[in-house]
Nanobody, 128 residues
Framework: QLQLVESGGGLVQIGGSLRVSCTVSGGTLDSYDIGWFRQAAGKAREGVAFISGSDGRAAYVESVKDRFTISRDNTKNTVYLQMSSLRPEDTAVYSC?????????????????????WGKGTLVTVKG
């Protein structure tokens, strides 16, 4: 059973930066597509960033393009989400999830499908 654990959330100032991590166990990272998702209070969960297990290609929801960067370190079985120029609307619980290549995907509007394994999430709060 694949397990995912997020870390690195916290309180950050508007315009600041933060990196959250997703450490995977119970399987090899490059066998899965990995996504970062967020859910703000009272809102539906949305996809934020997605990275392919096979070739490392990344995709982002429009609202975070040029501000967030997803990366993976297969030697550490860890996926990172580097966030910069943070805004109050980025405040949410950020979760990572893994899916089987060919069945998992995230669309540019933040919709997603095929994510099988989920972490519990880490809270990111952006305040002035």
């Amino acid at each position: 059973q694949l397990q995912l654990v997020e870390s690195g959330g916290g309180l950050v100032q508007i315009g600041g930066s933060l990196r959250v991590s997703c450490t995977v166990s119970g399987g090899t990272l490059d066998s899965y597509d990995i996504g970062w998702f967020r859910q703000a209070a009272g809102k539906a969960r949305e996809g934020v960033a997605f990275i392919s297990g096979s070739d490392g290609r990344a995709a982002y929801v429009e609202s975070v393009k040029d501000r967030f960067t997803i990366s993976r370190d297969n030697t550490k079985n860890t996926v990172y989400l580097q966030m910069s120029s943070l805004r109050p609307e980025d405040t949410a619980v950020y979760s990572c999830a893994a899916g089987i290549p060919g069945t998992a995907t995230m669309w540019p509007d933040g919709g997603f499908t095929g994510m099988t394994y989920w972490g519990k999430g880490t809270l990111v709060t952006v305040k002035g």
